[in-house]
């Protein structure tokens, strides 16, 4: 029975490997404008904060009735790396590090049983205390950042239009959320007058109970009906700066208004705990991350789309300037890549035409654009991005990519010199090559193997060098032995 020859039944089957290198190289430019687009591999945040304040508390109470609790609770859980922790006055903070070998796929889950650890010992935390609260999205990036800003308008104004903005944004396609930056929470300041209080005879902590009590809803129980069960409600809930300053305290059989004796404004958090600007001017923003399988760049010109509509429905004299633009830095970042990448390529094409001459060369040169379309193909197939690993894993493997077609071109050649026909000239190339360019081929793919296994952040991150090179190198032998 004869031995099946791959490169002989190629060179008799030439209409139907002329049509597959056709789609290949289609496929491959299809690919290109299909595959999303990233400034840096997606990897997975290890950190989680664990954050509970305890107001009026000191530092060695935080640190004893708080973290010293919860962290026990948290260290029952495996996986478990390091905590770090602090304690300061009425406040306590936990960072929460998984160990380097705790697969992406199980961290969600992990943080989720810290909440579950941590929700068994709430009710046990001292009265007054406030959470414990959990972050574990600290890490998301924006892929942009409006600024909302104008003369004459308050927060509350550039607030209204950033949440209107946002409520838009959040419909544009590959947008994983939307975040409010900037923005100030209003709030009532009673200033009193110790000297007003001191002559009315009057207690500050008198005021401010009563203050509390007014400020108040209660059930007054519910009506039933056929259709419908209303709940009846009795409010003396505070509505404007009006009605605070017009509140009436009964004190000493006296009955005053709290404008009598203080000063009652509205204003904002002051200090702020976090402020705008741009242009000198007070801000709010908006910050966009973009879904872990979103193209940065599509989403830069879908929110470009957006950006004029949003503009369109501004009030006069509000204006929204683009501040972060990363889908701008990863094409020029791409860009910059692609650069190296093709002058790396002409490189390699300029030496194989000088080393093999034109009609060897030519040969040669035609396995790179084909190699390269089957690896974008792939990288489609498997779900992966362009980035800068990914590049560079291409621009790694450019040097290897000819070498197999070189081979196999170089052992053709000799026997069509020595007069055989071309038929038996593949034939004996791939009888002779093919197998031993495989086994070096899987060599040196087995070279970067400990990039492809490595379980840590790391390895995570670079793992691509490992998937990209290992597809392009066997496609380039497939490459050396059929398309020579």
Same mark, same amino acid.
């Given at each position: 029975?004869?031995?099946?020859?791959?490169?002989?039944?190629?060179?008799?089957?030439?209409?139907?490997?002329?049509?597959?290198?056709?789609?290949?190289?289609?496929?491959?430019?299809?690919?290109?404008?299909?595959?999303?687009?990233?400034?840096?591999?997606?990897?997975?945040?290890?950190?989680?904060?664990?954050?509970?304040?305890?107001?009026?508390?000191?530092?060695?109470?935080?640190?004893?009735?708080?973290?010293?609790?919860?962290?026990?609770?948290?260290?029952?859980?495996?996986?478990?790396?390091?905590?770090?922790?602090?304690?300061?006055?009425?406040?306590?903070?936990?960072?929460?590090?998984?160990?380097?070998?705790?697969?992406?796929?199980?961290?969600?889950?992990?943080?989720?049983?810290?909440?579950?650890?941590?929700?068994?010992?709430?009710?046990?935390?001292?009265?007054?205390?406030?959470?414990?609260?959990?972050?574990?999205?600290?890490?998301?990036?924006?892929?942009?950042?409006?600024?909302?800003?104008?003369?004459?308008?308050?927060?509350?104004?550039?607030?209204?239009?950033?949440?209107?903005?946002?409520?838009?944004?959040?419909?544009?396609?590959?947008?994983?959320?939307?975040?409010?930056?900037?923005?100030?929470?209003?709030?009532?300041?009673?200033?009193?007058?110790?000297?007003?209080?001191?002559?009315?005879?009057?207690?500050?902590?008198?005021?401010?109970?009563?203050?509390?009590?007014?400020?108040?809803?209660?059930?007054?129980?519910?009506?039933?009906?056929?259709?419908?069960?209303?709940?009846?409600?009795?409010?003396?809930?505070?509505?404007?700066?009006?009605?605070?300053?017009?509140?009436?305290?009964?004190?000493?059989?006296?009955?005053?208004?709290?404008?009598?004796?203080?000063?009652?404004?509205?204003?904002?958090?002051?200090?702020?705990?976090?402020?705008?600007?741009?242009?000198?001017?007070?801000?709010?923003?908006?910050?966009?991350?973009?879904?872990?399988?979103?193209?940065?760049?599509?989403?830069?010109?879908? *929110?470009?789309?957006?950006?004029?509509? $949003?503009? +369109?429905? @501004? #009030? &006069? !004299?509000?204006?929204?300037? =683009?501040?972060?633009?990363?889908?701008?830095?990863?094409?020029?970042?791409?860009?910059?890549?692609?650069?190296?990448?093709?002058?790396?390529?002409?490189?390699?094409?300029?030496?194989?035409?000088?080393?093999?001459?034109?009609?060897?060369?030519?040969?040669?040169?035609?396995?790179?654009?084909?190699?390269?379309?089957?690896?974008?193909?792939?990288?489609?197939?498997?779900?992966?991005?362009?980035?800068?690993?990914?590049?560079?894993?291409?621009?790694?493997?450019?040097?290897?990519?000819?070498?197999?077609?070189?081979?196999?071109?170089?052992?053709?050649?000799?026997?069509?010199?020595?007069?055989?026909?071309?038929?038996?000239?593949?034939?004996?190339?791939?009888?002779?090559?093919?197998?031993?360019? *495989?086994?070096?081929?899987?060599?040196? $793919?087995? +070279?970067? @193997? #400990? &990039? !492809?296994?490595?379980?840590? =952040?790391?390895?995570?991150?670079?793992?691509?060098?490992?998937?990209?090179?290992?597809?392009?190198?066997?496609?380039?032998?497939?490459?050396?032995?059929?398309?020579?």
């Amino acid at each position: 029975m004869r031995e099946f020859n791959l490169s002989a039944w190629v060179l008799e089957h030439r209409a139907f490997t002329g049509f597959i290198m056709a789609l290949l190289l289609f496929g491959g430019i299809f690919a290109y404008f299909r595959l999303g687009q990233r400034e840096d591999p997606e990897f997975t945040f290890r950190v989680m904060v664990v954050k509970t304040l305890y107001p009026g508390a000191t530092a060695q109470e935080v640190e004893q009735q708080l973290t010293d609790r919860l962290e026990k609770k948290i260290q029952e859980l495996p996986n478990l790396n390091i905590l770090r922790s602090y304690s300061k006055p009425g406040e306590s903070v936990i960072f929460v590090t998984p160990r380097e070998d705790t697969p992406p796929k199980e961290i969600p889950d992990l943080w989720y049983q810290v909440r579950k650890k941590v929700d068994d010992i709430r009710l046990t935390l001292p009265p007054g205390s406030i959470g414990p609260f959990f972050n574990d999205e600290f890490g998301d990036t924006y892929s942009l950042i409006y600024a909302f800003s104008g003369d004459g308008f308050s927060y509350a104004a550039l607030k209204q239009a950033a949440d209107s903005a946002r409520q838009q944004l959040l419909r544009v396609k590959d947008v994983e959320k939307v975040d409010l930056i900037g923005t100030q929470d209003e709030k009532i300041y009673i200033e009193f007058s110790d000297k007003k209080l001191a002559e009315l005879g009057l207690d500050a902590n008198a005021v401010a109970e009563a203050l509390q009590a007014q400020n108040s809803m209660t059930s007054a129980g519910t009506v039933y009906t056929a259709q419908r069960n209303l709940p009846i409600r009795l409010t003396g809930q505070f509505d404007s700066v009006d009605s605070i300053a017009k509140l009436p305290v009964h004190i000493q059989g006296r009955t005053l208004r709290v404008a009598d004796f203080a000063h009652v404004k509205r204003g904002y958090l002051d200090p702020p705990e976090l402020k705008m600007r741009i242009n000198g001017k007070e801000a709010v923003g908006l910050g966009i991350t973009m879904n872990k399988r979103g193209d940065v760049l599509e989403l830069g010109k879908a *929110l470009e789309a957006a950006k004029i509509q $949003i503009e +369109g429905e @501004l #009030p &006069v !004299g509000m204006d929204v300037d =683009q501040i972060a633009d990363q889908p701008r830095v990863v094409n020029k970042a791409i860009g910059e890549f692609l650069s190296t990448f093709f002058e790396a390529l002409a490189a390699v094409l300029l030496v194989s035409f000088l080393s093999l001459g034109f009609r060897t060369g030519s040969v040669v040169a035609l396995t790179v654009p084909l190699v390269l379309s089957g690896t974008l193909l792939c990288m489609l197939l498997f779900g992966m991005e362009i980035h800068r690993i990914s590049l560079g894993a291409l621009i790694l493997a450019l040097g290897l990519l000819v070498d197999d077609a070189m081979i196999s071109i170089e052992m053709m050649a000799r026997k069509l010199e020595e007069g055989w026909d071309r038929i038996d000239a593949a034939t004996y190339a791939y009888r002779a090559t093919a197998f031993p360019m *495989l086994t070096g081929t899987l060599v040196t $793919i087995v +070279g970067f @193997l #400990p &990039v !492809g296994l490595a379980k840590s =952040q790391a390895g995570e991150y670079t793992v691509s060098i490992f998937q990209v090179m290992g597809i392009s190198l066997l496609l380039s032998w497939i490459g050396a032995v059929v398309f020579k």
